[in-house]
């Protein structure tokens, strides 16, 4: 992946170079490249279908419910004959947020004769997954007037999808026991491709410009990634033997990003 | 001719405005830098003893006479001096305070028979766990150094008072009356003893 990255960026590159050569000899460009420094908004997951066959913790772990922002920046394209496309860009800030409460609710009906659980502070609270990786994406414009372009888009990447764990503690009601109840990601890092479908609208602030143009937009996309997760459950009640369980999951991440975005063509 | 001279003079002057901006951003931004918090240091001067029933989420410290020895708990309350205070007392900024000195030893005595293996004056440390944010035996709480943790108080401080929970994790063999004397060590050599009132568990 990281060879057919730097391939992409390379040819990027030449490609590039090619189009300021075309305008420097005075001939209409076939190729111009595009830039794309910001982009943010929102990413809303997606409900999944519910498998009953996973404990509750794992279950709140691996559907994830909570909008969460998105953010990205720093996408190069390049744009042949003002209509068919390819980008690179590295997607470095998708993620959403476990619904932690899940696991909260959980406890508190497993274990009637303990207080409200409390979540541990020897173990890391981080209740985000987040995915990063490499992106392209190959697309069409069609321009619908002086201004407005609509953009098909069709994008995959290869992303490092990464988790945190949770660990709680429970204190028994009219004593000092307690069990310590941990669910551990068993590999924090996992390898998995993504798909998106992109639909991008743009309004073109000056089309007529000879140098940069500037392109203001709203993107509406559609993403999905499948990834294989496998957790244990540790339950660690002071002064008895841990009980542990193990779980696979192929967690399905489906959702939509609406995002507010910005390109200048060269 | 004057019309030449008008735009440089513009210029110029737009130039001289940049500086200036950039001036001011950047004195600004090393300003920010040099205002971050200060870091104090105090030691413990005296500790206190208070009972405690842990039956619930959070312990009841007050006139407890009696609990069950399987929620019975020691809440040991340290007065804290700090070192080098602030010299302004009008200051009401957040600051960070730190322990100075590390903590040596912490025991426990029971001062009455505690069961059939420890006679009045043995030392049962091993029976305690300290509530600190994680259960730690006295041990590992004092190898784990989290008598150093750090406080951030608002203002202007001469002494303040830090508070160390020890959870009773075997009950005494038999019902009757207990006290504990608790013994600290830090390494600047300065021992603190108490004793809790007597306890019916």
Redesign the interface.
């Known amino acids: 992946m990281k060879h057919l990255s730097y391939l992409l960026v390379s040819i990027l590159s030449l490609l590039s170079v090619a189009a300021c050569s075309q305008a420097e000899a005075g001939r209409p460009r076939d190729f111009t490249v595009t830039f794309s420094p910001v982009e943010a908004g929102g990413f809303i997951p997606l409900k999944t279908q519910k498998d009953h066959s996973l404990p509750a913790p794992v279950y709140a772990f691996t559907h994830r419910k909570n909008p969460h922002i998105h953010a990205n920046a720093f996408r190069v394209g390049l744009l042949y004959r003002s209509k068919y496309g390819i980008e690179l860009f590295y997607n470095f800030a998708m993620g959403t947020r476990y619904a932690a409460a899940g696991i909260e609710d959980y406890l508190a009906q497993a274990y009637p004769a303990y207080?409200?659980p409390k979540r541990?502070?020897?173990v890391a609270r981080d209740y985000k997954a987040d995915w990063k990786g490499w992106q392209g994406a190959v697309f069409y414009r069609i321009r619908l007037n002086g201004h407005l372009y609509l953009e098909p888009k069709l994008q995959c990447g290869f992303e490092t999808f990464s988790q945190g764990n949770a660990a709680f503690?429970l204190?028994e009601?009219?004593?000092?026991?307690?069990t310590?109840y941990f669910v551990n990601a068993d590999r924090q890092q996992v390898k998995a491709p993504s798909f998106h479908y992109i639909l991008n609208t743009s309004w073109m602030l000056n089309p007529n410009a000879k140098n940069i143009k500037i392109e203001p937009g709203l993107k509406a996309e559609y993403f999905r990634m499948n990834v294989d997760l496998d957790y244990t459950i540790t339950q660690s009640p002071?002064?008895f033997p841990d009980k542990t369980g193990h779980y696979s999951v192929n967690q399905a991440i489906r959702g939509l990003i609406l995002a507010l975005y910005l390109k200048m063509h060269y | 001719m004057h019309g030449h001279g008008s735009y440089l003079y513009e210029t110029t002057r737009n130039e001289s405005m940049s500086v200036k901006l950039f001036v001011t951003i950047l004195a600004a931004f090393i300003c920010f830098s040099a205002c971050k918090k200060s870091n104090h240091y105090f030691y413990t001067r005296a500790i206190r003893l208070v009972n405690s029933d842990n039956s619930w989420e959070k312990p009841d410290t007050n006139n407890i006479g009696q609990v069950s020895g399987q929620s019975y708990m020691i809440r040991i309350i340290s007065s804290e001096h700090v070192i080098d205070p602030i010299k302004n007392k009008e200051y009401t900024e957040s600051v960070w305070y730190f322990q100075k000195y590390d903590l040596k030893a912490l025991t426990v005595r029971s001062l009455s028979a505690f069961d059939s293996t420890h006679a009045a004056g043995a030392d049962i440390s091993r029976y305690f766990l300290t509530d600190y944010g994680a259960q730690y035996t006295i041990d590992e709480f004092i190898s784990s150094k989290r008598i150093n943790k750090k406080y951030s108080l608002t203002g202007y401080r001469e002494d303040f008072s830090t508070y160390l929970d020890l959870m009773l994790m075997k009950a005494p063999s038999v019902k009757g009356r207990y006290d504990f004397e608790v013994r600290m060590i830090f390494d600047n050599g300065s021992i603190f003893t108490d004793t809790t009132s007597i306890m019916l568990l």
């Open positions: 207080e409200a541990t502070l020897t503690y204190k009601k009219g004593s000092n026991q307690f310590e002071y002064g």
